[in-house]
């Protein structure tokens, strides 16, 4: 680890001005990704801005039914969480099986979205779900919210504050892992709701995205027979030591197929 | 039987001061004045060094000392030594390039050292590893074992043409292919033997001290053989004279075979540290133990057996290409040779087996024993060629194997390979497994699992091993350097209590415990008052150290005789104190007696008599302390059957291992408890090997597997509930009547698990780690 400055505000106004007026700062949540990348010196920046001491950015509020869960929650908490175990279960189990305890003691909603791993659990959720991610600046729906490998539609310094999960009719989180991180290889977040089905995959591509196919398929009934005929697209699939695209691509189905069929 | 004697499951001594935190471990260990070494790695696979310019890492804040390979070879410090010979098949020694300690102008793998950084702090340390400028010319690198012999590789070594260490072939040829021409039958199988990075959980470290004043040099290691390591240094890379050199295994957080061999880190900080005068210590973290510990197994072969019309198996025949790495490591050529092809036989009577076994360098960390050494991949291409055979004969593969046992009255056993086994009961041990797996019941079991979707299989693997490698003079006469007996002192105190020294090392095994049960057991002597000493080269008299399962069977046995001479000496001095003849002194449950009457001394009251000899025996020295060395006659042979049931899901190709038995023999247990949690961790190694450790290097010599994000360890969720039994056989050359334990789960998994994955799916093999691609794969292939 190289040397660097450590700040922890106590608000999100502060920590944006220190994270405006750094050389090279970084925002610091639960530092499960950002912690060992720095351990390793693969990151040096000058300061770090520790979100941890900021108290309007945790906790869980149930309002009507939108769940709304701070960023700096954690996946312990989430995964805790009576009012969202009864709300969306399947939010609170994706939560309760991210990483190992550790990781969800320390790891947080904010910090896994805001760091995009394309095989992160979260961003499907937010996708799936509809959810809309609140910032110190503006709203951002979910599905517009992931850009890209490790890319997010965070604009520089901009901080995530919360995130609105709209309650749905029914879902279910799918995740094959990765028998070494635990990672998802592919997971697959599915949910029916008033609008109609919604689906989300990570771990497959560059970062989470929308499954329109998917949802396509489940329009014309909410079953895993909908899906008999969908063939994931091998070419835009991750491919590695791992996970052949090929099988990616055949795990996308499956896992699909697997959390429709748990919806029910 | 003494309480807390042999056959106890006593709990553990040394897990007081492990629980509370009290273990101390290399890196704990603190000294003043100390500094902190970074080594600087090769990030190529295999590259010319055309200059290494230090001048602004040397200026850099904190900075003791940068040290090249140019200053070690002014210094005279050898290269690293591989200790045991093996003949290629032009009669020549096996190719042995220079290992040097730090790089000479050339780097051979990712990880290879150039050159150590001291300085003040870690953090000061490793800053200026990164200003250190190594200006490398890459060359090709040479990373898959199947090719690195191949016509037109680059080469890696002058002194290795073709990239071959050796070509060891053993057997009889021409009478081998003259059986095969003539089988009713031969079934084959070609397959790896996976990789592994062996992944103790403490990692390498090394803290060397150098007294000016005694011209002294003290290095604490993670070792588990503190004498050898000093018997290397000394006698080969001239680190200091041996009794100028004190080697200090402290505790040590695990080894299995990755802290046996002497590396460069060691000598290198042993060096260092008297060059800048002042402690240097180095730790190695995770990622530098992917990178540059010793690795295991990695084999590609063919295997072959020649059966009759009643599936007697007539010949086998093995041609393996093993993957030494870049150099070799200390024991590197014995584990494809002779750890390995003279465990052919298996279980089995066999007559005729011809191997050929060609060693290749790549540009990868070198490789050597690692938990088995040998003989996971005998036993692994053994029990899958069975099973290949059974298939191919339509007979089961329990049946297959009864057919070819070795019949229990024909031990001891000459088997073709060298090998004479002790003793056996092999069906015995299958019936007591096929039982306690509810074998019988199998097909019931894979009719409900196909009803949930899943394909159930079972699978048996009926292996032998060999431990307590034994006796030295064949050691010696396979090329080996060393002797293999080990040493032991066991001291009185005038007080009574006992300390028992071992040249054995512990390392998770729990010898404080075992060892003392056996001085308990045979001196009469209570548990609480016997203390083991091990690992400090100052306080053992000498040792051998701890692997190959040869701790209790070679180790312990030294004890027993030290316990035999001072039980011997207390006689006389028993006899003078109750003035008996001593022809008349019996000795049990650690009191003298003088036959016939009621006169007894405890032991405890004898040693006091030593240590204040006024009323004592004329002739007999004072003192109750002996020591006792011991060379075995042979190995030891452990064997047994373990059964996997698994289930597949055939969408995923994911494999849960559901069921698993495993039936041993150890010989006699003196600490069952212990000898189920090595049962228990040998499992879950080979569970690892079978399902999930993958060490893979990419076409340049990119280790791509060098963190646990990347590379898969067995966790608890990977294992079921074991069932464990022994069906224990007396080996007649054991004063102990014991065999070894610490392996036997690792050998025994993974041609199990395999054969129960290829069982549930249909297919004739399926490579390991059988990941859920491999598997989904092999699934899509079945049908």
Redesign the interface.
Known sequence: ??EFSYHRPASVAEAAELIANAADGKLVAGGQTLLPTMK??LASPSDVIDLGGIAELSGIVVNGNIVTIGAMTTHAEVAASSEVREAIPALAALAGNIGDPAVRNRGTLGGSIANNDPAADYPAAVIALGATVRTNRREIAGEDFFTGMFETALEEDEIVVAVDFPRPEAASYMK?E????R?AIVGVFVARTAAGPRAAVTGATACAHRAFRIEESLQAGFGASALDGFEAPVDKMNSD????AE?RA??VK?MAQRAVAACA | MQENGIGASVRRKEDQRFLLGKGRYTDDINVEGQTYACFVRSPHAHAEIEGIDASAATAAPGVVAVLTGDDLAADGIGPLICGVTVTSDDGQPHRAPAHPALAQGKVNYVGDHVAIVIAESL?QA??AA?LVEVNYRPLPAVASTADAANDGQQQIHEEAPNNICFNWPFGDKAANDEAFAGAHKVSSIDLVNNRMVTNPMEPRAALGEYNSGTEEITLHLTTQNPHVHRLVLAAFNQLAPEHKLRVVGPDVGGGFGAKIFIYAEELVVGWACRKVNRPVKWTADR?EAFLSDAHGRDHVTRAEMALDENGKFLAMRVLTTANLGAYLSTFATMVPSYLYAFLFAGQYTTPLIYSEVKAVFTNTSPVDASRGAGRPEATYLLERLVDVCAADMGLDPAEIRRRNFIPKDAFPYQTPVVQCYDSGDYEAALDQAMELADYAGFDARAEEARGRGKLRGIGLSSYVEACGIAPSAAVGQLGGGVGLWESAQVRFNPTGNVQVFTGTHSHGQGHETTFAQLVCDQLGVPFENIEVIHGDTAKTQFGMGTYGSRSLAVGGVAIAKACDKLIAKGKKIAAHAMEAAEGDIEFAGGNYTVAGTDKAMNIAEVAFNAYVPHNYPEGVEPGFDENAFFDPMNFSFPAGTHICEVEVDP??GEVEIVDYTAVDDFGKLVNPMIVEGQVHGGIVHGIGQA??E?C?YDKDGQL??AS??????PRADNAPEFKIDYAPTDPPHNPLGVKGCGEAGAIGAPPAIINAIANAIGAKHVEMPA???TV??ACQSAN
Not at chain 1, 178 to 181: H, Q, R, V
Not at chain 2, 708 to 713: I, L, W
């Open positions: 680890m190289y390793h010196r094959f990765n028998p070494a991180s990672y030591i791992h996970a052949s099988y055949h795990l499956v | 953090t490793r800053d990164e990622t969408a995923t399902l999930l993958g893979h791509v597997t646990y994000m990347d590379y898969a360890m990941t859920p691609e989904w794969r």
